[in-house]
């Protein structure tokens, strides 16, 4: 725009020198005049046009500019979400993880006190084979160390089924003649108990029973019970049960298809069941009795589980 109205101007001055008559002058002026005006709406239009151009950029590049700030809002605010999330589930593990810590150590000390249990029983069993002390288990109102002497001494690797058929000594020994001993034996659906005559065994030329599993790998556990091991095998570890009961096993009477229940006598004296579970099943099921501070062997219970 400067050069135009530069290169009108020497126009206008040329012309002025020139001029032979102030009309002409006045047409050369005012000719200079529409050029001058003209250049200037020329310049005007382009500036506007420029500037809407400009306007128009800068409004695009506004809306563009706004449309990444709400894009990135919500980002943020996503991000700001799974971050509560995420705090929220590693408070949650970090709970569960103190949790189990609190856990095993209480289980870690409970393994503790029942591996020096099962030591300390190991060797009370040890002791009862190895020393002197035999008689004063026997005659013990404690019915832990009467267990130890009886497993011990009829039990572990003995052939225990020979010892009562036979009614051997040592196994009489265990018995109040006074209270009895039989033995329950299911020779079809119907578990009886056998007092006498052999108690219900049928030994062959041969066989004359099993020799019991060694006590001394097997652990002790007071006032509990095997987990199945009876029809099904056992998901409870091997070992001895033992616990007081109230209960005794019935006898059936065939003829009058009912049971019959335990002695009365039996009723108000102390009582314990033993199982031993041995390759997952019960092996052998034991029932004692305390009478005048002593424990005797009162029942054993072979009956199966199709009884």
């Known amino acids: 725009m400067t050069n135009i109205i530069l290169s009108t101007l020497m126009v206008f001055t040329m012309t002025i020198a020139n001029a032979q008559s102030k009309k002409e002058q006045i047409e050369i002026l005012t000719f200079s005049l529409d050029s001058l005006n003209q250049a200037v709406v020329s310049e005007r239009q382009s500036f506007n046009t420029?500037?809407?151009s400009l306007n128009q950029v800068l409004s695009k590049n506004q809306q563009d500019f706004e449309l990444e700030m709400d894009k990135s809002s919500i980002t943020i605010n996503n991000l700001n979400n799974q971050l509560i999330r995420l705090n929220s589930?590693?408070?949650s593990i970090n709970i569960q993880l103190n949790e189990i810590k609190e856990e095993k150590l209480i289980l870690s000390q409970e393994f503790s006190?029942?591996?020096?249990r099962v030591d300390s029983l190991k060797q009370q069993?040890?002791?009862l084979t190895n020393n002197n002390s035999t008689n004063s288990f026997r005659n013990s109102s404690n019915?832990?160390?009467f267990l130890y002497y009886f497993l011990s001494t009829v039990y572990s690797k003995k052939n225990i089924d020979s010892l009562i058929y036979i009614s051997s000594p040592i196994i009489l020994d265990l018995i109040d003649p006074n209270i009895g001993f039989g033995r329950f034996w299911n020779v079809g659906a119907s578990c009886n108990l056998y007092d006498s005559d052999g108690f219900g065994y049928h030994f062959y030329e041969g066989y004359f029973g099993e020799t019991a599993p060694e006590i001394v790998n097997l652990s002790f556990f007071k006032n509990q019970k095997p987990e199945d091991g009876f029809c099904d095998e056992a998901s409870s570890p091997n070992g001895v049960y033992y616990s007081q009961v109230n209960d005794l096993p019935e006898d059936w009477d065939m003829e009058k298809g009912e049971s019959i229940p335990p002695p009365l006598k039996l009723k108000y004296l102390?009582?314990?069941?033993?199982?031993?579970?041995y390759d997952n099943w019960i092996v052998k099921t034991f029932y004692f009795v305390e009478s005048n501070n002593k424990w005797f062997l009162l029942y054993?219970?072979?009956?199966d589980c199709s009884a």
């Not at 054993?300 to 009956?303: A, E, V």
């Open 89 to 91: 589930i590693n408070d």
């Open 143 to 145: 019915f832990e160390h």
């Open 50 to 52: 420029t500037l809407d």
């Open 113 to 116: 006190t029942l591996s020096k």
């Open 300 to 303: 054993i219970n072979d009956c």
């Open 125 to 127: 069993i040890t002791e």
């Open 270 to 277: 102390k009582k314990f069941v033993v199982q031993v579970q």
